[in-house]
């Protein structure tokens, strides 16, 4: 009887073990595919609006330029008899850009998380006559050397009113390698409001 309860006890934990080692296994898994994802949007481009947005800037600033050659030719050489000529003033000047009066007055940069994301602080000024929003900044970081190591680009989509500045604080710029010891952001696009 002594040895039949004895193998009966060594049958039910070997037997406990089989049942219990891929159940902690599923388990295991199952919570480490909840867990959430680092997000991989900092590494992806930069919109294509902002292309949009300039090649539309272009386009207005080559027909402001092309259009009065078109409107003081004929009506009879261009084959177009009966219509009238395009309606540019002649002194109408071409937009101005809303890069021109944005700048930014002031920036810096530390670390944050494990010391691979880089948090930047941005004084934003814009003098222009009119609103500016969607601003695209670029951060380059560089080794104490002054060696590149990674360049991000961030979209602030908010709206600086005219005639004056604005500041970001601890702004997440994206992740950076860990060496980086400098950051330089310069302005990249801008929209009119």
Known sequence: MWIG???GKASLQSWGTTIALPL???AGLTAWLMLP???DAEDQASPASSAIILTA????????TASPAVATAPAEATG???MAPSSVAPDARPEKSPLDGLQIASQSFRRGGLGSKALVTLTLRNSNDFAVKDIEIACKFVRQD???LTARTKLISDTINMKSRKTYSGM????VNVNANKARCSLVTASRT
Request: zero cysteines; proline letters at 7%.
């Open 37 to 39: 994802e680092p997000s």
């Open 80 to 82: 177009t008899v009966g």
């Open 24 to 26: 902690i296994v599923v």
């Open 57 to 64: 800037q272009n386009a207005t600033n080559d027909e402001a």
């Open 5 to 7: 309860a004895r193998l």
């Open 146 to 148: 002054g060696s590149p």
């Open 172 to 175: 997440l710029i994206g992740f």
